[in-house]
């Protein structure tokens, strides 16, 4: 990190170095033209006054002010003769153009010791006239600047190693602290642990307010996580010493009795497994791995089916069962089973909690590009704390629910799966009504 910021720095002050060498350069050079303009004016004002007499008696003023290797001055008549030419001889070995421009031209030579030069080819009448000054004193100002940025450059390059270590040093102690932190955490296994914040509330802080954060998912997860194994552990171990016991006193009987025993097996055997898919469908549409045997099929073809299912029961319960059929055909492009298992446990459920008298709705309606269905029940509804929690895995509620709390769980999984989402509304004492959207399988 040092190094890197010393580079940087480095690299930062000779960009800037360039940027400011180019612009005095360029700032030089203007001011020295607005001075050659003025001598312009001065010429051509003589001339019209004095004609060429006047400009040989300026220009003889110019060479005394500037010296003769600071300033020169020539004029050609349009046969190409000399008429005037004062000031150093080596400006008049310039890569002169030819032509007499209408305008004053500027141009900027250099000569081969390096000088550069500013020469302006203008016309006087009917003369081609050209003057040029050498740049010295832009070329002396910016070696002084250069002089200026080298020793300045150099200081500031050499604090900027020591700072450079302190701002390192000061930047990776929180990440320094981060990676002592994760590695107790992988350790001890301990995810009740937290990366101290250093109150600068800078990027360092914000990466460990989330690091903060996933730890406490984490730890939340985890105490899930033991808690549904725990569960799984319980179930399983039942259901496997029923089926140990049954199995025991299979064979110890013989006949009609032993064959009971067998089918009672076979029971369980299905118990277990349809336990055991039920958890690995959830955990693979959780994931993005379930899949799917997608088909366009009516909504209404799902509604019927699960009043085929139900519509007995709620004779038998003494409940009264409505569905309510779309105004007009609304077609799901989806997995068939996995969406009328999802809706059957809904009704199951509202069919659970609803007492005898209550009503049980079933209804269907189209929402822009979505198909909404409803499952509402009379039941006693849920509590708040009740309602965020009734899809996770093995929650069971405080109503006494029988069951292992998996239905909920395998409807938003599937749900959610299909790209839709669920969501429980309710309020104690209110019943509660159970909305699924998913995507319209519309053509």
Known sequence: ???????????????????????????????QDLDLREDLSEIFTIYQRKGVAGLRTLVAAEIRE????????????????????????????LPWPEGYPSEPRFFLFRLPDGLRVRGVLFRVGPYRAEMAVPLRFNRHLLREVHRAFLWAGGLALFLSIPLGFWLSRRSLRQITEMEKVTREIMENRDFSRRIPLSGRKDEADRLAQTLNRMLETLEIYLRELRQIFDNLAHDFKNLLAHLRLLAERALERTG???????????????????????????????????????????????????????????????????????????????????????????????????PPGGRVILKTEKEEEWIKITVEDTGPGLSPEERSRIFERFYTGKRGARGRGLGLALVKAYIEAHGGEVKAISKPGHGTAFEIRLPGGEK
Request: a negative charge.
């Open 1 to 31: 990190m040092t190094v890197l910021y010393t580079i940087l720095f480095f690299v930062s002050t000779i960009f800037l170095f360039g940027v400011v060498h180019v612009l005095l350069r360029e700032r030089l050079l203007q001011y």
């Open 66 to 93: 500037e010296g003769p290797e600071n300033y020169f001055f020539r004029l050609m008549d349009p046969a190409g003769r000399l008429i005037l030419q004062e000031g150093s001889s080596r400006f008049s070995r």
């Open 256 to 354: 009609p009795e032993r064959e009971e025993l067998i089918v009672s097996i076979l029971y369980e055997s299905d118990r277990f497994l349809h336990l055991l898919n039920t958890l690995l469908d959830i955990s693979e549409a959780e994931t993005g791995l379930l899949k799917l045997n997608r088909e366009r099929f009516p909504v209404a073809e799902l509604l019927e089916e699960i009043r085929q299912i139900f519509e007995l029961l709620a004779g038998e319960k003494g409940l009264r069962f409505e569905i309510h059929y779309p105004p007009r055909e609304l077609y799901l492009a989806g997995d068939r089973a996995r969406l009328l298992r999802a809706l059957f446990n809904l009704v199951d459920n509202a069919f659970k909690y609803t």
